[in-house]
């Protein structure tokens, strides 16, 4: 997924409802969507609400999260270490090469966190809100919806050199996207699908300018963008669009730019470069229904690898530090 850049994000909200709060059994250790059903009932609502409301304010918070919860998964499994800050014990996988000055939201993340904290303190956790966030993200603009299966805790521990090993890298070909999704369980379809995550969201020009050079882009759009992306440094974090049609819409769009050479990063127009992933591209252009279901399944399937349950981990009072 591509990296962009950092900034700030500010939202204030006073949750004043009450709800019957409780804590799980230490026995509990399936993944399951009504998780917090009985031990904090109002904590999907509370999510959604807040998620929306950040989303509609800015659009680009909806790649965001989904970017977070993806960053996650792929180092360590969906255990929101990706949200430790850096300590005297923990060295911060936001400082890694892909998420430094890139990864955002995370102010979002601390506000969703202390509503629940008021809500039902120490049960929902860091791990479950990025999943969840991730699925409400894509929901409010007007993309497909699924069942979240929880219950995931969160680690004590961040992993920087995994998070500079693990995620795949815009330059990558197509025999290294699919080897990288496939070390991490998810197969063709699974990384043909969750690319489809640019269909909304901006990538900084270090990560595309080499591309502009390529044979493999329309040379119409890659002009359109080296005014933005010129050889100088102080370009670098100028941002773009990663999907030129609708950049603020969930849809299949990603896909009929790649047919048509309008992939922004490397990484993105490798998938139709007559190569495996040819003829999924075509099929999630065509017919958009395929693509959401496939993009939900995969969201599934990639929240599910190597969660903490039971009594692994924690929950955490404060998603950027262990208790």
Same mark, same amino acid.
């Given at each position: 997924?591509?990296?962009?850049?950092?900034?700030?994000?500010?939202?204030?909200?006073?949750?004043?409802?009450?709800?019957?709060?409780?804590?799980?059994?230490?026995?509990?250790?399936?993944?399951?969507?009504?998780?917090?059903?009985?031990?904090?009932?109002?904590?999907?609502?509370?999510?959604?609400?807040?998620?929306?409301?950040?989303?509609?304010?800015?659009?680009?918070?909806?790649?965001?999260?989904?970017?977070?919860?993806?960053?996650?998964?792929?180092?360590?499994?969906? =255990?929101?270490?990706?949200?430790?800050?850096?300590?005297?014990?923990?060295? #911060?996988?936001?400082?890694?090469?892909?998420?430094?000055?890139?990864?955002?939201?995370?102010?979002?993340?601390?506000?969703?966190?202390?509503?629940?904290?008021?809500?039902?303190?120490?049960?929902?956790?860091?791990?479950?809100?990025?999943?969840?966030?991730?699925?409400?993200?894509?929901?409010?603009?007007?993309?497909?919806?699924? #069942?979240?299966?929880?219950?995931?805790? =969160? #680690?004590?521990?961040?992993?920087?050199?995994?998070?500079?090993?693990?995620?795949?890298?815009?330059?990558?070909?197509?025999?290294?996207?699919?080897?990288?999704?496939?070390?991490?369980?998810?197969?063709?379809?699974?990384?043909?699908?969750?690319?489809?995550?640019?269909?909304?969201?901006?990538?900084?020009?270090?990560?595309?300018?080499?591309?502009?050079?390529?044979?493999?882009?329309?040379?119409?759009?890659?002009?359109?963008?080296?005014?933005?992306?010129?050889?100088?440094?102080?370009?670098?974090?100028?941002?773009?669009?990663?999907?030129?049609?609708?950049?603020?819409?969930?849809?299949?769009?990603?896909?009929?730019?790649?047919?048509?050479?309008?992939?922004?990063?490397? #990484?993105?127009?490798?998938?139709?470069?007559?190569?495996?992933? =040819?003829?999924?591209?075509?099929?999630?252009?065509?017919?958009?229904?395929?693509?959401?279901?496939?993009?939900?399944?995969?969201?599934?399937?990639?929240?599910?690898?190597?969660?903490?349950?039971?009594?692994?981990?924690?929950?955490?009072?404060?998603?950027?530090?262990?208790?």
């Amino acid at each position: 997924m591509a990296r962009s850049s950092s900034s700030s994000f500010s939202f204030f909200f006073f949750f004043s409802s009450l709800a019957l709060c409780g804590l799980h059994s230490v026995a509990d250790a399936q993944l399951t969507p009504t998780f917090y059903s009985t031990s904090c009932p109002l904590a999907l609502t509370t999510i959604r609400t807040l998620v929306q409301t950040a989303v509609l304010l800015d659009p680009r918070m909806g790649a965001s999260l989904v970017r977070l919860h993806f960053h996650d998964c792929f180092v360590n499994g969906c =255990d929101a270490s990706v949200l430790l800050d850096q300590s005297t014990t923990i060295q #911060s996988e936001k400082s890694a090469a892909p998420n430094a000055n890139s990864l955002r939201g995370f102010e979002l993340v601390d506000t969703i966190k202390a509503a629940l904290e008021l809500l039902c303190p120490g049960v929902v956790s860091c791990a479950d809100i990025l999943a969840v966030a991730a699925r409400d993200s894509v929901a409010v603009l007007r993309g497909p919806t699924w #069942s979240v299966p929880l219950g995931r805790r =969160d #680690s004590l521990v961040a992993n920087q050199a995994g998070a500079n090993t693990d995620l795949p890298a815009p330059f990558f070909s197509l025999a290294q996207i699919t080897q990288a999704f496939s070390d991490k369980g998810l197969s063709l379809t699974d990384m043909v699908a969750l690319s489809g995550a640019h269909t909304f969201g901006k990538a900084r020009c270090t990560n595309f300018r080499a591309h502009l050079s390529e044979s493999n882009i329309d040379p119409a759009f890659a002009a359109t963008l080296r005014p933005t992306c010129s050889n100088s440094s102080s370009d670098d974090n100028n941002l773009a669009n990663l999907d030129v049609t609708t950049p603020n819409t969930f849809d299949n769009a990603y896909y009929t730019n790649l047919l048509n050479k309008r992939g922004l990063l490397h #990484s993105d127009q490798e998938l139709f470069n007559g190569g495996a992933a =040819d003829a999924l591209v075509r099929t999630y252009s065509t017919t958009p229904s395929t693509f959401f279901t496939d993009f939900a399944n995969a969201m599934i399937k990639m929240g599910n690898i190597s969660p903490l349950t039971g009594t692994s981990g924690q929950i955490r009072r404060n998603c950027r530090r262990v208790n």
